[in-house]
């Protein structure tokens, strides 16, 4: 017997029940002639001004906005109730109530069942013919879209376009002090350095995976049964991991600024990177923390914010092909490369920049220079 679509199959075994529930909620919304376009938008606690801007440049360039309004159990939804009520006022934007005594999340869940829940929904409009477009474009509500930025992916080669997922290139607005900075440059540089290095080896997982900068084919994204609904951060990466070995990432031109606002709202990603950076900075300069500094230096060497030697990746792959191990993933790879990079002197930063400066990688690779520069700026504005 034949088997039926991926994204029939999906939406009756796998789609989130949220989402369903939602989508029957805004049936009539729907409009009868379809959108170009759809992003989803996760909104924890953010303020009702970016989520505006953001709906009115959906507006401008035919898209549908579909705003997941998430809170856990312990939050006060009155922000989240207030911003949706003005959310709604657009008739192109689909703001779902995730916050509701009887849907917000659990303990265990976050911004990875709020994407799921967006996408699927997403999915769903897609299935409908209530979007012109098989893409489900996935960012967040600090991020700014460039002008071009639903056009980037009509520029990839035609046989590229049915399929996939596609990785946005970013970049992190300035930091408010000299120290934010130089965290912010740091962790770009960690980013595109590690991403660099898997592409010199010819790596599948040569990518930098923000959540705020994906766009997904429709098939692939029902395929690999979207995002992990138990994922409070990193629900990016797991994606990706899965994605990636279905059908290809591509890496599009169109850059995306993100904010560089320290948070904790999740276990890890951008904000929590940024606060250890600047944690282990000052607690490097203070003889009286040694203790604390240790602390820090062990979850600083655990995320991406550890710094590798350009010739790590290289004998990491060989190792690999040594065991003749294809089934690698992204998590087995990033363990192999910390593997190896523990017979290496750690760098620090100015040393990690002269290395990969002075490196073959650099060459034609514009993304790793421009965070190279960016470091080389922010380290002559500390001294």
Request: proline content about 4%; overall charge positive.
């Amino acid at each position: 017997m034949r088997k039926k679509p991926w994204v029939n199959q999906y939406l009756e075994r796998y789609a989130d029940p949220l989402a369903r529930e939602s989508f029957e909620e805004e049936k009539d919304k729907l409009p009868s002639k379809p959108y170009q376009h759809v992003l989803v938008v996760p909104a924890r606690r953010e303020p009702l001004r970016p989520l505006r801007a953001i709906a009115e440049f959906c507006q401008s360039h035919g898209a549908a906005l579909v705003v997941v309004f998430n809170e856990d159990r312990d939050a006060n939804i009155e922000h989240a109730k207030s911003s949706q009520r003005e959310l709604r006022k657009f008739d192109h934007v689909y703001a779902l109530d995730v916050f509701s005594s009887q849907r917000r999340m659990t303990s265990a869940q976050g911004v990875g069942r709020a994407r799921k829940i967006g996408c699927d929904f997403a999915l769903m409009m897609i299935h409908s013919g209530s979007i012109d477009s098989q893409w489900i474009h996935s960012s967040d509500a600090d991020a700014t879209l460039p002008t071009a930025y639903f056009k980037a992916i009509s520029n990839l080669d035609a046989s590229k376009r049915n399929s996939g997922t596609c990785v946005y290139d970013f970049i992190h607005s300035r930091g408010t002090s000299p120290e934010e900075e130089l965290a912010m440059a740091h962790y770009e540089f960690a980013l595109q350095s590690y991403r660099a290095g898997l592409q010199s080896v010819g790596s599948r997982f040569a990518y930098v995976a923000i959540g705020s900068c994906m766009a997904m084919h429709a098939n692939t994204y029902a395929q690999v049964r979207g995002f992990k609904k138990d994922k409070k951060a990193g629900e990016d990466f797991y994606y990706l991991n899965k994605a990636c070995r279905t059908a290809p990432v591509h890496e599009l031109e169109s850059t995306l600024e993100l904010s560089s606002r320290l948070s904790k709202r999740t276990p890890y990603g951008t904000g929590q990177a940024l606060e250890a950076i600047v944690t282990r900075n000052t607690q490097l300069n203070d003889p009286r923390m040694t203790q604390r500094r240790n602390e820090t230096n062990k979850a600083h060497s655990q995320g991406f914010t550890q710094l590798y030697h350009p010739e790590i990746f290289q004998k990491a792959f060989n190792h690999v092909l040594a065991k003749g191990d294809s089934s690698l993933d992204a998590l087995a790879t990033l363990r192999c490369i910390k593997s190896e990079a523990a017979k290496y002197q750690p760098l620090d930063l100015q040393e990690a920049v002269e290395v990969w400066a002075a490196s073959a990688h650099v060459l034609n690779d514009a993304r790793l220079a421009r965070a190279i520069k960016r470091v080389e700026q922010a380290l002559a504005a500390k001294r």
